[in-house]
């Protein structure tokens, strides 16, 4: 916390220091409030204390209290917490999905200054040890569905104390591991508790990136850098919360803490709808229809099986009017389809673990008001604009800047006061010049909005210029046969890289490569589209929903492209 200006012995500050005076610089004199991570909690309970958190909890019902009840038990586990020896920057780990009892660990470990880091399940146990083991949690809480995997990860993280089941004695999986129920271990404790005023530039929650090249990273947010994040994202050209929402984040609590939503939800006052474990396109809709769910936030791939529910049982919404999609780029054919046959408003937005991750987001400024329709949709359809907090650049290979003029592309650099400066544990800082390298390839145009072309390492690079492998499969995305697609780049002995297209077909359709090659005519540079389509059942994907472009790549390493059989034909 900002200490207040000390004043010299005898020095009254009157308010008014003459112009060109050496004295020291006049202060502001307001309160000096922390921004603290429980405050939102405390508000929420305070003035909005009724407002609904609904819950599909792992065990199968559903559970439904208020942001005061959420309080008093987010409190109890800080006492718990303190009464086992928790000091203030010690981690504490969870496995968990989307659920008020996980709610009650972001506050209730951040609220008595330890550190909530959020472990994703998804990944692999070998990840998983490293990550646990990285970050020194002593406490692990888990869900019931995770048990297994808790007996599977306990021997190898010798450091934690103690595995904490997120349910009651009548639910207690058994297992190898010695476990602690969470609701006896809550219900030993008061709720009697005042949260501590302590500096808000202290660590508040640990999220490590996906780790697909090399260990998982982590990056460790601050309070203030945490509260800032959800002020951001309430914005009325960011999410645009308000206490008339009710909000589900249909992105995991372990997917960069569901976008911020769990903190944003109670800055605002809005009713909170919690999916659990249940994702698929049927359970979404009968929890969204029977909560009246106003707003949500996924990734393009769950956002897919929903939308294919919708369309073969012919259903509509009654209640919800708008999605962020983010995680990866969202296709146009999707926006499209959430816009025209659901009348959902798509926000399409990029952001990263390190950024908290919200930075950018797609909202029309005034001046687009009397664009047509479709011209306001190329706007939307790009990864949007900064909101307050975000500064961002592109620079060429020379790392000089490049000019905003919608063509120009480069290397995506950002900066900002939640934006990490180094990775946990690491010494190095990977800034340059103060700005933190995404990774990302894409252009600005000249009112500053942001398109992703393709990551740095997923451009291909075919005869010295580049293609974007996202734009092509955006392109095969909008075939309405087509239910998945992924390009990658193949070797060529001529041109050093072509693109290979590989698609899902949607069920009960017979799309072919001269067909889906055709349909790429008018809409792409005739060099762009793609020199193979390989048809598979399914395309990997990361732990956090993204595809996992590595694998495929190692899947198709032997793939020769019809060009190049031909080229080897003919030299022989």
């Given at each position: 916390m900002v200490t207040p200006q000390q004043e010299p012995p005898g020095r009254q500050v009157s308010g008014h220091e003459p112009r060109g005076s050496s004295a020291a610089p006049l202060m502001g004199q307001m309160m000096q409030m922390p921004l603290l991570i429980s405050s939102l909690l405390h508000h929420a309970a305070r003035h909005f204390g009724d407002t609904e958190i609904v819950t599909r909890r792992i065990e199968g019902d559903l559970h439904r209290y208020t942001y005061a009840d959420c309080e008093v038990r987010a409190k109890q586990l800080a006492q718990a917490l303190l009464a086992t020896g928790v000091k203030r920057g010690d981690r504490i780990g969870t496995l968990a999905w989307n659920t008020y009892r996980h709610l009650e660990v972001y506050y209730g470990t951040s609220g008595m200054g330890a550190v909530c880091h959020t472990i994703n399940p998804r990944l692999f146990a070998e990840q998983l040890v490293f990550i646990i083991n990285h970050a020194e949690d002593r406490f692990v809480l888990f869900d019931i569905t995770f048990a297994a995997l808790v007996d599977q990860l306990a021997a190898q993280c010798p450091q934690v104390r103690g595995w904490i089941a997120l349910t009651d004695r009548a639910h207690l999986p058994a297992m190898q591991t010695p476990i602690i129920c969470y609701e006896e271990w809550l219900a030993?404790?008061?709720?009697?508790?005042?949260?501590?005023?302590?500096?808000?530039?202290?660590?508040?929650?640990?999220?490590?990136?996906?780790?697909?090249?090399?260990?998982?990273?982590?990056?460790?947010y601050s309070h203030r850098s945490t509260v800032l994040h959800a002020y951001g994202a309430a914005l009325p050209d960011a999410m645009a919360c308000s206490a008339r929402d009710a909000i589900m984040p249909v992105v995991p609590m372990f997917h960069v803490n569901a976008w911020g939503i769990?903190?944003?939800?109670?800055?605002?006052?809005?009713?909170?709808?919690?999916?659990?474990?249940?994702?698929?396109?049927?359970?979404?809709?009968?929890?969204?229809?029977?909560?009246?769910?106003?707003?949500?936030a996924g990734v393009p791939t769950v956002w897919l099986g929903l939308l294919n529910y919708l369309s073969q049982n012919n259903l509509q919404f009654s209640s919800f009017k708008r999605t962020v999609i983010g995680g990866s780029a969202c296709p146009p054919a999707m926006l499209r389809s959430f816009e025209d046959q659901f009348g959902v408003h798509v926000i399409h937005a990029w952001g990263m673990t390190e950024l908290s991750p919200l930075g950018t987001l797609a909202n029309l400024k005034a001046k687009h008001a009397a664009l047509p329709p479709e011209a306001q949709r190329h706007i939307l359809e790009k990864q949007g604009h900064v909101i307050f907090g975000v500064d961002l650049r592109i620079v060429g290979i020379d790392g000089l800047e490049l000019p905003w003029d919608g063509v120009s592309f480069g290397d995506l650099q950002v900066r900002g006061p939640w934006v990490v400066e180094r990775y946990f544990g690491q010494l190095e800082s990977p800034l340059i010049d103060g700005w933190f390298p995404t990774g990302d390839v894409a252009t600005i145009d000249a009112d500053g909005y942001m398109q992703i072309t393709d990551r740095s390492k997923d451009v291909i690079k075919s005869g010295g210029e580049w293609i974007s492998s996202i734009e092509i499969e955006n392109v095969a995305m909008a075939h309405p046969e087509v239910a998945e697609a992924a390009c990658i780049s193949c070797a060529h002995p001529k041109w050093d890289e072509r693109p290979l297209l590989v698609v899902v077909r949607k069920p009960g359709t017979e799309v072919d490569r001269e067909s889906l090659l055709q349909f790429y005519e008018g809409r792409v540079a005739k060099w762009w589209i793609p020199d193979d389509i390989a048809f598979v059942d399914a395309i990997p994907h990361t732990a956090t929903g993204k595809i996992q472009k590595l694998k495929l790549r190692e899947l198709f390493k032997n793939h020769v492209l019809p060009s190049v059989s031909q080229m080897q034909a003919e030299s022989t």
């Open positions: 030993a404790q008061s709720g009697e508790f005042d949260w501590p005023q302590f500096d808000e530039l202290s660590a508040s929650s640990l999220c490590y990136t996906s780790g697909t090249t090399g260990h998982p990273k982590g990056a460790l769990p903190y944003t939800a109670p800055l605002v006052g809005a009713k909170l709808v919690l999916p659990g474990k249940d994702l698929d396109g049927a359970s979404l809709y009968a929890l969204m229809e029977s909560e009246q769910v106003s707003f949500s």
